[in-house]
């Protein structure tokens, strides 16, 4: 297994001086500013394509029917799956988990499975019978720092877009319908969490930056995801060992943190609007409209 | 010399005859990239520009290849990763096979005064010996004169990472005509005081006093690379970074 590269001595103590005494990061953007981010859905329900400057997130949502687990007849199953694989970068490996995969599945399970984004109790058909399973799978295309926003905003864009096929119940049949046959529906979505990660620098965590990206992740001493919606509940704030960073910096980091998440929102609704205009085929009546291209055969 | 229209070439592509440079004496000599299958086929290997000079009757193809494949007096930036008992293990490129760097090849080096450098250090060298059976050796002295011309160790600065192709643009003795690179020029016009190193392994070493001049320099090397910035638009890259950081 090659291990990670290293960035050299001269790149992470001008990192640290850049930071430190100039107060500048090495691409110009402030501490509180993130990268571009780009968003795009795929022609299917369900697949969401995030790109946060070079660091890229393909996200896919699928469902089926299964059996539910026996300690809970009425709920749904809902799993994420991340993989980190070489292609990402070349010190990954398939189906060995590193510490930065465990983490990452273990922050994006917090944020969206614990916190109930996703309603499992509409995800059930049958009780103790026949349930949606929901699955998510998360591929990293391309590491360059600050998987976390990136995977769970790339989650949630998938979640929100995805429509499963629509089910009826009659007389103890379960019949499921084909998108031909009826229009997919959407799932039963409660709230949009996102995370916001912050790294710290300098020997007692003074300076603190949004959305490192490799190399500063590589220099940073500590950092602290904390995710939360628009409306201000907080799901989780992690943060895991590294150095001591004061109270009342780490509120500070929250609240800019509320008014990104407020930020992401908007943006995300935003693109779902428009996929869903571009989706639109203007329902019956433009169907029956003569200015419409024959249909050959 | 290069042909005006750029003839874009793929692997196994044939060539036409008539493009190959003919000599009563000088035989033909073809660079990086052509491969010939005796007795007469030349063929390209890599997709490329291929590049025709009558007057050295030499042809070879321009790529901009992803990993650097060391060439013996290529001028590299490498990364001491650990010092063994008589060499220093140099890594050019991550994930690659380390290179090795005598602790003695170093100008006016004796065992008490050759420099100390740690893992993580950065050294300009000269690749000596490289070839596809073997783990590349480094030198940081000219063997024939012992005079470092330049090399060794690069204290403080920054290295940024460019395409391999940008950066073989950057080492061209005539960058602004053949290589269309200014960049470096530009910005030493406007007044910044800087050093480079330009590694043929796609890096970039800069020095200066200010922090600031450096990181300028850094984003409009990037910037150059990415987006394959001409020469005018290069200028005004320049002129945009450095007014914002006034």
Redesign the interface.
């Not at chain 2, 690069?154 to 290295?159: E, R, S």
């Given at each position: 297994m090659p291990r990670e590269a290293e960035p050299s001595a001269n790149e992470k103590a001008f990192l640290l001086k850049a930071l430190q005494d100039e107060q500048i990061r090495l691409d110009g953007r402030e501490f509180d500013q993130y990268r571009p981010l780009e968003l795009t859905f795929g022609d299917e329900y369900g697949v969401a394509n995030v790109s946060l400057g070079k660091t890229k997130i393909l996200a896919k949502a699928s469902a089926e029917v299964t059996v539910p687990f026996a300690d809970r007849p009425l709920d749904g199953i809902f799993t994420i799956a991340t993989e980190l694989s070489p292609m990402a970068a070349p010190h990954f490996e398939v189906n060995r988990p590193t510490e930065t995969e465990v983490l990452l599945s273990r922050l994006l399970e917090k944020t969206v499975r614990r916190s109930g984004a996703l309603d499992t109790e509409s995800l059930c058909l049958v009780a103790g019978q026949k349930c949606w399973s929901v699955r998510v799978d998360v591929h990293v295309l391309s590491h360059d720092g600050n998987l976390t926003d990136a995977a769970c905003f790339a989650v949630v864009a998938a979640l929100r877009h995805f429509r499963k096929p629509d089910t009826s119940m009659e007389n103890g049949v379960l019949t499921v319908y084909t998108p031909a046959e009826r229009e997919p529906v959407p799932l039963g979505w409660l709230h949009s969490p996102f995370c916001v990660t912050w790294s710290f620098f300098g020997d007692e965590g003074e300076t603190a930056l949004l959305d490192a990206d490799w190399m500063e992740e590589q220099v940073r001493v500590a950092s602290v995801t904390i995710s939360l919606n628009r409306h201000g509940e907080i799901c989780q704030i992690a943060k895991l060992g590294g150095v001591p960073v004061e109270a009342v910096a780490l509120l500070q980091c929250t609240s800019v943190a509320l008014t990104k998440v407020k930020e992401f929102s908007t943006f995300l609704d935003g693109k779902l609007a428009e996929d869903a205009k571009r989706r639109d085929k203007g329902g019956f009546m433009a169907e029956l409209r003569a200015e419409n291209d024959r249909v050959v055969g | 010399m290069s042909t005006e229209s750029p003839l874009v070439v793929l692997p196994g592509e044939a060539i036409d005859p008539s493009l190959i440079p003919t000599h009563k004496k000088k035989p033909l000599r073809l660079g990086p990239g052509l491969r010939h299958i005796p007795p007469s086929e030349i063929v390209p290997t890599v997709a490329g520009q291929l590049v025709v000079d009558h007057r050295k009757t030499s042809m070879w193809i321009e790529y901009n290849g992803g990993r650097y494949i060391p060439s013996q007096g290529d001028l590299i930036i490498g990364?001491i990763a650990r010092s063994a008992t008589d060499f220093y293990y140099v890594s050019l490129s991550?994930?690659t096979p380390n290179a090795t760097l005598p602790h003695l090849a170093f100008e006016s080096a004796t065992k008490k005064t050759r420099p100390q450098l740690?893992s993580?250090?950065?050294v300009y060298a000269r690749v000596s010996l490289a070839n596809r059976h073997m783990d590349p050796e480094l030198e940081c002295v000219n063997s024939s004169t012992g005079k470092s011309d330049g090399l060794g160790p690069?204290?403080?600065?920054?290295?940024f990472d460019v395409s391999l192709g940008f950066a073989r643009r950057l080492l061209m003795a005539k960058s602004r005509e053949e290589g269309k690179v200014e960049v470096l020029e530009a910005l030493g016009e406007e007044g910044l005081a800087f050093e480079t190193a330009v590694g043929r392994n796609g890096k970039v070493?800069v020095g200066s006093e200010s922090?600031?001049a450096?990181?300028v320099v850094?984003?409009a090397l990037r910037e150059t690379d990415e987006r394959g910035l001409g020469v005018e638009a290069q200028r005004k890259l320049v002129k945009k970074l450095v007014r914002?950081m006034r």
């Open positions: - | 990364q991550p994930y740690a993580g250090d950065l690069l204290k403080d600065g920054m290295v070493w922090v600031k450096v990181v850094g984003r914002e």
